[in-house]
């Protein structure tokens, strides 16, 4: 396992051994939620059709992660892995033909999509781009103001279930995923043409695809210096915190998302965290 892999998994409690029934009983829920969800969209553009006002209404449709149902032997989010990261985006609106675009976009791309939209001038530092130019029929269609977007997109993470900022870069067939520094968590590259399931890391395999995609991930973000100062801000936080609990600080972490691990030693896990605040352990 990667050492992402394994935190994530332990800190989520998937550690252990699941059955094939557990298995099928989490996806089985997780796909109930998404049918439940089409038949609320559903409801939605039957409402517009109803009211005559479908014709003239710009329906954007996307969600803000996906679900890893034990993929990668975990659940819920959180990760850079395309059951996590790979959402869905539909849009349809006048003037928008049928079609499906393999483009890379991301979400910070709505905003700037719906400003196009409504003919309002797009800020020249926002992160996104108007898709608009991949949707219109209309092919001489002109926008107030609007940057081609790249043929990659930027994800990155700094939060729970992680024990380092991690970044994403997507481009055509590849993913390249690094942590932290990029030195002291090795980094994941992943061809999705031909392992679409994430399995395997070729990052040593194709060490110039490797290479290429952290010089253009360092290009678009100093992501060492974001990561030492997302540790450095954690670190604080969780010292205000230890102060803050007292006494309850051992208890109060025991009831948290990874309680059942930590119940198994706590003043081991505490003197890691201790260890971890004093030094400079990722």
């Known amino acids: 396992m990667h050492p992402a892999d394994y935190y994530s998994s332990y800190t989520k409690n998937c550690s252990g051994q699941f059955t094939q029934e557990e298995i099928r009983n989490i996806r ?6 998404c049918a439940e969800t089409d038949a609320m969209l ?3 553009i039957s409402a517009l059709k109803e009211t005559g006002l479908l014709g003239r209404t710009h329906v954007i449709f996307s969600a803000d992660h996906g679900e890893l149902a034990m993929e990668h ?22 003037n928008i033909k049928s079609q499906f675009v393999s483009n890379m976009v991301s979400l910070v791309d709505i905003y700037p999509t719906m400003l196009d939209i409504a003919c309002i001038p797009i800020p020249k530092n926002l992160s996104g781009y108007s ?25 990155e993470f700094h939060g729970c279930n992680v024990n380092s ?7 055509d067939k590849w993913k390249y995923i690094a942590y932290s520094d990029g030195h002291s968590v090795s980094p994941q590259l992943f061809d999705l043409s031909t392992d679409p399931d994430e399995l395997t890391n070729v990052a040593t ?21 974001v990561s030492a100062a997302v540790e450095q801000y954690n670190k604080q936080q969780f010292i205000s915190w230890k102060q803050s609990l007292g006494q309850n600080y051992s208890d109060t972490i025991a009831n948290l998302r990874w309680h059942w691990s930590w119940k198994k030693n ?7 965290i201790d260890t971890w605040i004093k030094g400079n352990i990722n």
């Open 42 to 44: 559903g409801e939605i």
């Open 131 to 155: 898709l608009m130019p991949l949707m219109l029929e209309n092919g001489d269609y002109k926008a107030l103001s609007r940057k081609l977007h790249p043929p990659w997109v930027l994800s």
């Open 205 to 225: 395999k194709f060490p110039a695809v490797t290479q290429s995609l952290n010089k253009k991930l360092y290009l678009i973000i100093n992501y060492p210096k």
């Open 73 to 94: 032997r975990q659940f819920y989010k959180m990760s850079m892995y395309e059951a996590s990261s790979h959402i869905p985006l539909l849009i349809m609106g006048p």
């Open 28 to 33: 089985a829920h997780y796909y109930a939620m």
């Open 266 to 272: 706590p003043k081991k896990f505490q003197r890691a």
């Open 165 to 171: 900022s991690t970044y994403m870069l997507r481009t």
